[in-house]
T-cell receptor
Framework: DGGITQSPKYLFRKEGQNVTLSCEQN?????MYWYRQDPGQGLRLIYY???????QKGDIAEGYSVSREKKESFPLTVTSAQKNPTAFYLC???????????FGSGTRLTVV | EDKVVQSPLSLVVHEGDTVTLNCSYE??????LLWYKQEKKAPTFLFML????IEKKSGRLSSILDKKELSSILNITATQTGDSAIYLC????????????FGTGTRLKVLA
């Protein structure tokens, strides 16, 4: 079955550590997105990529980095510069205009 | 600034009740509005509304787009406990090059 796989489901980060969240898709979609979800704030866009080897910052990119070396993969690194990283992170893909997003099952990141 | 506002923020009803969730938007260049249901992890797609498709229905769920009022409603009739979820509204129409702007969501709880 085609879909989006996010891993791990739960991640704990110590202060000062960088961590990487994985997002893999076999839907053959060009566009991929990373969102952060906090209670009461809805989904906020971190980074997005519409083609391989190209990506753009979203609204809250500070403290995050991404790469898009393969069409199937769009990993997100949460760096130590992100001061409040505890949140639920969702990866999404889009088949094209007017198709809407398909979401992964998310990664819950907690700073300990 | 482009924005999407959902109301109410939360709602508790009993099985069998009918509920109406609201989504209003202010965006630069409206293209489409999407409704998603988020039960635990990944939001799942419900409806997409555009200028050429302002009313959608699927079983007990229906949605209408009012382009004059810049808003949409999501109706759920004969609610069931399985309808308990966060309902997200997203609008494609920002001035930026990326796509959807999300509202904060409405948390619906249906009591048996």
């Amino acid at each position: 079955d085609g879909g989006i796989t996010q891993s791990p489901k739960y991640l704990f980060r110590k202060e000062g550590q960088n961590v990487t969240l994985s997002c893999e898709q076999n839907l053959n979609h060009d566009a991929m997105y990373w969102y952060r979800q906090d209670p009461g704030q809805g989904l906020r866009l971190i980074y997005y990529s519409q083609i391989v080897n190209d990506f753009q910052k979203g609204d809250i990119a500070e403290g995050y980095s991404v790469s898009r070396e393969k069409k199937e993969s769009f990993p997100l690194t949460v760096t130590s510069a992100q001061k409040n990283p505890t949140a639920f992170y969702l990866c999404a893909t889009e088949k094209g205009p007017f198709y809407g997003y398909t979401f992964g099952s998310g990664t819950r990141l907690t700073v300990v | 600034e482009d924005k999407v506002v959902q109301s109410p923020l939360s709602l508790v009803v009993h099985e069998g009740d009918t509920v109406t969730l609201n989504c209003s938007y202010e965006v630069t260049n409206f293209r489409s509005l999407l409704w998603y249901k988020q039960e635990k992890k990944a939001p799942t797609f419900l409806f997409m509304l555009t200028s050429s498709g302002i009313e959608k229905k699927s079983g007990r769920l229906s949605s209408i787009l009012d382009k004059k009022e810049l808003s949409s409603i999501l109706n759920i009739t004969a609610t069931q406990t399985g309808d308990s979820a966060i309902y997200l509204c997203a609008v494609d129409g920002g001035s930026g090059t990326y796509k959807y702007i999300f509202g904060t969501g409405t948390r619906l709880k249906v009591l048996a």
